[in-house]
């Protein structure tokens, strides 16, 4: 079986971008090319440019990491700008004919492939699903790792500041970033870059950044010159200036960007993987076909754990205090905000007996100065500045609850089941996937609401949780061999 993945970024990529996408499709590449029945190749696009800019192209990987790159591509010029918010709304995230044309001639000359396996559209346009046609003995499979399809911005989180549950017809979309981004700048930013790593200068090496910074900053110039002169032109001769789209234009065409990406995956997609039930309830309510769309939770080597830890049958230390836990970033829509606001009300009698340990890069001034304010209140403040895996079972051993407190439909946080692979109970968010680890209703809180949090810390302190209830309910989580094995079985279906 030979089987294409795509990803807009490398998942050996020496920035280290992508999250826990290129986590997994790092995992999963691992895995299936220890398979003699598979043969695996990686395609990506979206970042890699000419400078000055051609065409679309593909070509054979010819920079960064090579080690098992064998049959590793990428596409050069992609009319869609990766990631999403560098190109927030084109229509070229819908249709762009040229790209789609560089992805057809890979297909051609690399494939046929049995199965083409999306883990995102960013990077191409979603017309690229159309292979079917052309390829109609070749499964598509899309992955749904975020909420692109449906939300320009990816993660229906409007503003930086709130959940977005109903993007009134595309208008809220058109105040939704709250900060502009320059397509040319960031283009000739990354054609700058490709043609670094072209050149053996590597990413992340002081050579790299040196050379980048100090040709950005020429480059930053040279944009703004060229935007003076196009604007002398146009005030010095009679062409009629371009007149910016109105809100409403705007409105229609975002939402006719919902739409078609919603159309398309429905006509030419074979399998629509959910990592999550939540993800798979949401994708149905805006539209695509619930015949297609499956619940595929994603395998990680974090699962071994499960098998090496015991369950905590008990919430409470000797001492009556309970020691919380939070990893991940300090950021508003992962709750972190929301987190230290119920820390900070919670009624003195059970603040006293609440320890709280942040595993976490250090976030802004605020953030840290009430993190730090926070020792006077609770039994006791640990802040660890990030953590690497390896770290992952020494910091959690003192560890008894793992708080997941998300303000956005978080599809299936890494964090949740990095902890609840080493038999933490975790309290949730009742929004997005974390929730489906416990499956435990008395371990779960209203997202956003204080009270409800307070109320499941009062349970907790009160030794009204039934262990022996959560556990039995809980899901285990997927390894990489139960999960490499449900792919190929979603694959060889139908």
């Not at 072209?198 to 050579?207: K, P, T, Y």
């Not at 022996?468 to 989580?477: E, G, I, K, M």
């Amino acid at each position: 079986m030979r089987v294409l993945f795509y990803n807009w970024v490398d998942y050996l990529d020496a920035e280290k971008r992508g999250g826990g996408v290129s986590i997994y499709q790092r995992n999963v590449m691992a895995a299936l090319q220890d398979r003699k029945d598979v043969n695996v190749s990686f395609l990506t696009a979206g970042l890699s440019y000419d400078l000055p800019s051609k065409r679309p192209r593909w070509e054979a990987l010819r920079h960064g990491n090579r080690l098992r790159r064998a049959q590793h591509y990428e596409i050069i010029n992609s009319g869609v700008l990766a990631p999403a918010h560098h190109s927030f709304g084109n229509p070229a995230q819908v249709d762009h004919p040229e790209t789609q044309k560089a992805f057809f001639d890979f297909i051609e000359e690399t494939g046929p492939y049995d199965v083409v396996h999306f883990n995102n559209i960013e990077g191409l346009p979603v017309s690229v699903l159309s292979l079917k046609k052309r390829w109609p003995m070749t499964k598509v499979v899309l992955s749904l790792h975020n909420y692109y399809p449906f939300c320009p911005q990816v993660n229906l989180w409007y503003q930086e500041r709130k959940t977005c549950e109903d993007f009134d017809g595309g208008n809220k979309c058109t105040f939704c970033l709250t900060g502009g981004h320059d397509a040319n700048h960031i283009r000739l930013a990354n054609g700058l870059a490709y043609r670094l790593k072209r050149r053996g200068v590597e990413a992340g090496s002081l050579g790299f950044h040196l050379s980048f910074v100090l040709a950005m900053r020429y480059g930053r110039s040279a944009v703004r010159l060229l935007r003076r002169v196009k604007s002398l032109f146009k005030r010095n001769t009679s062409v009629v200036a371009h007149v910016s789209p109105t809100q409403a234009e705007q409105a229609r065409k975002l939402s006719s960007r919902r739409r078609d990406m919603v159309e398309t995956i429905n006509q030419h997609c074979d399998l629509v993987l959910c990592v999550s039930d939540a993800v798979r309830e949401l994708a149905v309510r805006y539209g695509l076909r619930q015949e297609i769309c499956v619940t595929n939770y994603i395998g990680t080597q974090q699962a071994e754990a499960f098998a090496n830890t015991k369950p905590r049958t008990h919430l409470l230390r000797q001492d009556g205090t309970v020691s919380l836990g939070f990893l991940g970033y300090m950021r508003r829509d992962k709750g972190f905000m929301f987190l230290l606001e119920a820390l900070e009300t919670l009624p003195k009698e059970h603040a006293k007996r609440v320890r709280f340990t942040a595993a976490a890069r250090a976030g802004e001034g605020e953030a840290m100065a009430r993190l730090s304010a926070l020792n006077s209140h609770l039994a006791e403040v640990t802040h660890m500045d990030g953590y690497s895996h390896d770290d992952l079972d020494d910091l959690l051993a003192d560890i008894d609850v793992g708080v997941v407190p998300v303000l956005w439909h978080d599809n299936l946080p890494q964090v949740a089941i990095e902890l609840h692979s080493r038999h933490i109970p975790l309290l949730t968010a009742d929004m997005g996937g974390a929730k489906e680890l416990g499956n435990c209703a008395e371990m779960t809180f209203t997202a956003g609401d204080i009270d409800a949090f307070h109320d499941r810390i009062a349970a907790i302190l009160d030794n009204r949780i039934d262990m022996d209830a959560y556990w039995y309910s809980a899901r285990p989580p997927t390894t990489m061999d139960t999960h490499i094995n449900e792919l190929i079985a979603h694959y060889a279906s139908g």
